[in-house]
């Protein structure tokens, strides 16, 4: 019903930039809070950043200061920033979505099939 499609992700050396992007479509009447996940391997997917319908953010401590997530309401996308990337911040970025369908439904958590970031010299 709502596919979640992530792009921007690639190699990148130490210190440098990338900027996500992550687009939804579908059966879409409100999107309430989208974000960012990521999974390094050999480790639990963990949360990156998260915004809500009323641009409200949280991010984690990891990458509080490097980077910044955004949302275009209009376009039903949502961006992360990421600066002075890291090694330690390779790790394929998942987006999700928390949807409402429809007036009145219930809400749908929607991943989308991530995108890998490598940050190695």
């Known amino acids: 019903q709502v596919q979640l499609v992530e792009s921007g992700g690639g190699l990148v050396q130490p210190g440098g930039s990338l900027r996500l992007s992550c687009v939804a479509s579908?059966?879409?009447?409100?999107?309430?809070?989208m974000g960012w996940y990521r999974q390094a391997p050999g480790k639990e997917r963990e949360l990156v950043a998260r915004i809500t319908s009323g641009h409200n953010t949280i991010y984690a401590d990891s990458v509080k200061g490097r980077s910044t997530i955004s949302r275009d309401d209009a376009k039903n996308t949502v961006y992360l920033q990421m600066n002075s990337l890291k090694p330690e911040d390779t790790a394929v970025y998942y987006c999700?979505?928390?949807?409402?369908?429809?007036?009145?439904?219930?809400?749908?958590?929607?991943w989308g099939q991530g995108t890998q970031v490598t940050v190695s010299a």
């Open positions: 579908g059966t879409i009447f409100n999107i309430i809070t």
């Open positions: 999700t979505a928390l949807v409402q369908i429809q007036i009145g439904a219930q809400n749908y958590d929607f």
